[in-house]
T-cell receptor, first 111, second 115 residues
Framework: QQQVKQSPQSLIVQKGGISIINCAYE??????FPWYQQFPGKGPALLIA?????SEKKEGRFTISFNKSAKQFSLHIMDSQPGDSATYFC??????????FGSGTRLSIRP | DADVTQTPRNRITKTGKRIMLECSQT?????MYWYRQDPGLGLRLIYY???????NKGEISDGYSVSRQAQAKFSLSLESAIPNQTALYFC??????????????FGPGTRLLVL
C-alpha cells in the first residue's frame, strides 16, 4: 500500500517533443506529490509538486497532471530540450508519513 | 557553500570492513534521512531521524546503523561491508513546517564500492 510505481524506466524524446512520465500510488492518505530531477553526479532536487485539490499544475514547460480517482499522476515536459536530460523521480507522501519515491525514469533528449 | 554536504564523495572498501559515511547540514532542519540509489530501484530509505533523540528504520535498514550526533550531523555506518552494498548513498533533510509540502534537500551523494 506504500508503493509508488513509475514508468517508463527510460525514455528517449526528440528535441522539441513532449516527454511524459507516469506514476501510480496506492495509499489514499497521500496528499503531496512532488517530482524530483537529478542530473549526473548530483543529488535529486525538487522540480514541481502538486496537492490533490487541483488536477493540474504548470510551471514553465513542466506540468503535473493529477487524477485522484485513478490514483495516478504524470509529469509532462513540453518542448523538451537537451538540458532536460536527467533522471526524474515521482514521489508521494503526507503530513503523517515520510515520502515514498518511485523507481526513477532516465530521460534522454536527442538534438 | 552547499547546504547539505556528504563525506567522502567516493569510497572503495573491502568486504568485511567497517565504514562510516557522514552528512552535515546548515539548513537548520530537524529531519534527516539516508537513502541508497540503485539503477532501476530508485531511492530507498535506509534510516531517518526527526530530531536528535529520534532514530527510525527505513525499508532497507539491515546491515546499516546510524548516529545523530547533533541537529546538523547524521552519520551512516556499514558495520561489515558486503558487495551488494555497493551503491550511491544520499543524505537529505526536510522541514515539516514548510507550507504546501515537505521538500527534501539532498546532498551530492557518496559513491561506495565494496570489493
Amino acid at each position: 500500500q506504500q508503493q509508488v510505481k513509475q514508468s517508463p524506466q527510460s525514455l528517449i524524446v526528440q528535441k522539441g517533443g513532449i516527454s511524459i512520465i507516469n506514476c501510480a500510488y496506492e495509499n489514499t492518505a497521500f496528499d503531496y506529490f512532488p517530482w524530483y530531477q537529478q542530473f549526473p553526479g548530483k543529488g535529486p532536487a525538487l522540480l514541481i509538486a502538486i496537492r490533490p485539490d487541483v488536477s493540474e499544475k504548470k510551471e514553465g514547460r513542466f506540468t503535473i497532471s493529477f487524477n485522484k480517482s485513478a490514483k495516478q499522476f504524470s509529469l509532462h515536459i513540453m518542448d523538451s530540450q537537451p538540458g532536460d536530460s536527467a533522471t526524474y523521480f515521482c514521489a508521494a507522501g503526507s503530513s503523517a508519513s515520510k515520502i515514498i519515491f518511485g523507481s526513477g525514469t532516465r530521460l534522454s533528449i536527442r538534438p | 557553500d552547499a547546504d547539505v554536504t556528504q563525506t567522502p564523495r567516493n569510497r572503495i572498501t573491502k568486504t568485511g570492513k567497517r565504514i562510516m559515511l557522514e552528512c552535515s547540514q546548515t539548513k537548520g532542519h530537524d529531519r534527516m534521512y539516508w537513502y541508497r540509489q540503485d539503477p532501476g530501484l530508485g531511492l530507498r530509505l535506509i534510516y531517518y531521524s526527526f530530531d536528535v533523540k529520534d532514530i527510525n528504520k527505513g525499508e532497507i535498514s539491515d546491515g546499516y546503523s546510524v548516529s545523530r550526533q547533533a541537529q546538523a550531523k547524521f552519520s551512516l555506518s556499514l558495520e561489515s561491508a558486503i558487495p551488494n552494498q555497493t551503491a550511491l548513498y544520499f543524505c537529505a533533510t526536510s522541514d515539516p513546517s514548510t507550507s504546501g509540502g515537505e521538500t527534501q534537500y539532498f546532498g551530492p551523494g557518496t559513491r561506495l564500492l565494496v570489493l
